[in-house]
């Protein structure tokens, strides 16, 4: 019998390349795509694991881009880690618009658009398990990256209610929500030299295996990274969101050089 398949997107590099790692430790194949000609090296380094890998190289930002990559599937998903996304860094008003609607048109509409299209799959076959990496932005205003947050804020809720809804079925949605992680994410959301970015010491491996474990377990939600940002987060669920939003600035203010 073929071995499950599963797909990861934003696979290139960080939690993504780490998810894909993990899924093919348990013996999955795998499907992993990323818009950057990064990801045939790292569909090098997974062939390492002796499993099948396809590589799909698409934009999920745009329409044809989620349904390259859905028509590219070799065969039904056991399941599904949508990873992909990108942040922008700076205050609303100084960043270009442009590179706003990117964060939406990746973070929230190509979620929404993937998502649907493998749910669609798997509930007829009533089988199978979506993992969708949120954030524990979504728990807090964020100035200096207000529309990431956003957009996370979407994502969260919306795995949350998709498990509500298929709670009676073979099919489960997972949401991981890791803190600042040692990845790229903070160069390339122009990020760099923040309080943030410093923080971010969580190894991208530790949070993937945390995901796959609670997608596993069927879980609808859990917070990926150390016990710091386990007790974060718990403390965002009952602070004010003025508070939050007055530290979350803090945290993306460009310190000093020292």
Do not use: C
């Not at 999920?60 to 399941?79: F, N, S, Y």
């Not at 199978?128 to 969260?156: E, H, R």
């Amino acid at each position: 019998m073929a071995r499950p398949l599963a797909l990861v997107t934003g696979a290139s590099r960080g939690i993504g390349l780490a998810l894909a790692h993990e899924f093919a430790r348990h013996g999955h194949d795998l499907v992993v795509s990323a818009e950057d000609a990064a990801i045939s090296d790292a569909a090098r380094e997974l062939h390492g694991h002796d499993v099948e890998v396809h590589v799909v190289q698409a934009d999920l930002a745009t329409e044809d881009g989620v349904r390259t990559l859905h028509a590219a599937l070799p065969r039904p998903l056991a399941a599904a880690a949508l990873n992909a996304g990108v942040g922008q860094g700076r205050a609303f008003l100084d960043a270009p618009v442009a590179d706003q609607l990117r964060v939406v048109d990746l973070d929230v509409r190509g979620v929404v658009h993937l998502a649907h299209l493998l749910l669609t799959d798997m509930t007829a076959r009533d089988h199978g398990k979506l993992l969708i990496t949120s954030s524990i932005a979504s728990t807090m205003p964020g100035p200096g990256q207000p529309v990431y947050n956003a957009a996370k804020s979407f994502v969260q809720s919306l795995a949350e209610a998709l498990a509500d809804e298929l709670r009676d079925t073979g099919v489960t949605v997972t949401s991981l929500m890791p803190g600042p992680t040692d990845t790229d994410f903070f160069r390339r959301a122009g990020l760099d030299g923040t309080l943030l970015a410093r923080s971010a010491v969580d190894d991208p491996a530790t949070v993937a295996a945390q995901g796959y474990a609670a997608m596993m377990k069927g879980r609808t939600a859990v917070v990926g990274g150390s016990p710091w940002v386990k007790a974060q987060a718990a403390v965002n669920g009952v602070l004010p969101d003025q508070v939050k939003a007055a530290a979350h600035r803090v945290f993306t203010s460009v310190l000093p050089r020292s």
